[in-house]
T-cell receptor
Framework: KQEVTQIPAALSVPEGENLVLNCSFTDSAIYNLQWFRQDPGKGLTSLLLIQSSQREQTSGRLNASLDKSSGRSTLYIAASQPGDSATYLCAVRFVQGGSEKLVFGKGTKLTVNP | SAVISQKPSRDICQRGTSLTIQCQVDSQVTMMFWYRQQPGQSLTLIATANQGSEATYESGFVIDKFPISRPNLTFSTLTVSNMSPEDSSIYLC????????????FGPGTRLTVT
């Protein structure tokens, strides 16, 4: 059974700091890994998608890496801003029982203090 | 990318009643999914909505409680039947394209409170 773990569960940093969020998964047979952002009471916004054959993806101040063999991904946020405050979710896409599924971690709640 | 809308955005319902949530995607997609997010928790997959056939349910979810329809490639509904307070959650519709390499997109969610 695929399990996704995110560490830390919560993180508070001062504005301007660089930070890393961690995600690990138990079954390396994945199609891709996706990082999402969720603001309180809102739906999910896709941030980055990394295919299983890729090592990293970048979008603006965000950089996500993937080490499939070790079952790990990191999301690096540079020069954090108060607007980055949200819960960040990691999800892996894989096949189970003949159907594709996206399984989520429990998220990291990030607070960036001005 | 796909833009997903859901109706209603929120509702307060009495126990024992049913609520149907609608999900509309702005483009044709192969796969549609329904997730539940209980307070303070992450997302749990309820079922995959299959176009023209019965939905595929995850362990712990059954058709009698969560009937799903998907009449075409852009629309799906989820009904929460015979509701109890434990069904109070955010219900999210999701969709992805024709390849496993495609991104998965989410609607804004429906916040359901059962009293």
């Amino acid at each position: 059974k695929q399990e996704v773990t995110q560490i830390p569960a919560a993180l508070s940093v001062p504005e301007g700091e660089n930070l890393v969020l961690n995600c690990s998964f138990t079954d390396s047979a994945i199609y891709n890994l996706q990082w999402f952002r969720q603001d309180p009471g809102k739906g999910l916004t896709s941030l980055l998608l990394i295919q299983s054959s890729q090592r990293e993806q970048t979008s603006g101040r965000l950089n996500a890496s993937l080490d499939k063999s070790s079952g790990r991904s990191t999301l690096y946020i540079a020069a954090s801003q108060p607007g980055d405050s949200a819960t960040y979710l990691c999800a892996v896409r894989f096949v189970q029982g003949g159907s594709e599924k996206l399984v989520f971690g429990k998220g990291t709640k990030l607070t960036v203090n001005p | 990318s796909a833009v997903i809308s859901q109706k209603p955005s929120r509702d307060i319902c009495q126990r024992g009643t049913s609520l149907t949530i609608q999900c509309q995607v702005d483009s044709q997609v192969t796969m549609m999914f329904w997730y539940r997010q209980q307070p303070g928790q992450s997302l749990t997959l309820i079922a995959t909505a299959n176009q023209g056939s019965e939905a595929t349910y995850e362990s712990g979810f059954v058709i009698d409680k969560f009937p799903i329809s998907r009449p075409n490639l852009t629309f799906s509904t989820l009904t929460v039947s015979n509701m109890s307070p434990e069904d109070s959650s955010i219900y999210l519709c999701s969709a992805s394209g024709t390849s496993s390499s495609y991104e998965q997109y989410f609607g804004p969610g429906t916040r359901l409170t059962v009293t």
